[in-house]
């Protein structure tokens, strides 16, 4: 469970899943699943930083669907 905060004036409880796209033969761990896409129906997306290295690059995207 995690507490998502947004400019101070909202807290409510919520639980994510974390999607990671990797290269065919990438070695992750064992507890890891390997599933496809995992798209919600009318959603809001933020995009995050994004960095890189000699080695890696990493884009971050925050998908959420807000429910009233």
């Not at 507490?3 to 409880?13: E, G, I």
């Not at 899943?17 to 009318?42: H, Q, R, S």
Request: negative net charge; charged residues 25%; contains cysteine.
């Amino acid at each position: 469970m995690a507490v998502m905060k947004s400019n101070d004036c909202v807290t409510a409880a919520g639980a994510f899943d974390i999607l990671v796209y990797t290269d065919k033969n990438t070695e992750v761990p064992d507890k890891w699943n390997e599933t496809g896409p995992a798209m919600i129906a009318n959603s809001q997306e933020v995009k995050l930083r994004s960095f890189a290295t000699s080695y890696h690059k990493v884009d971050t995207v925050v998908s959420y669907k807000h429910v009233e």
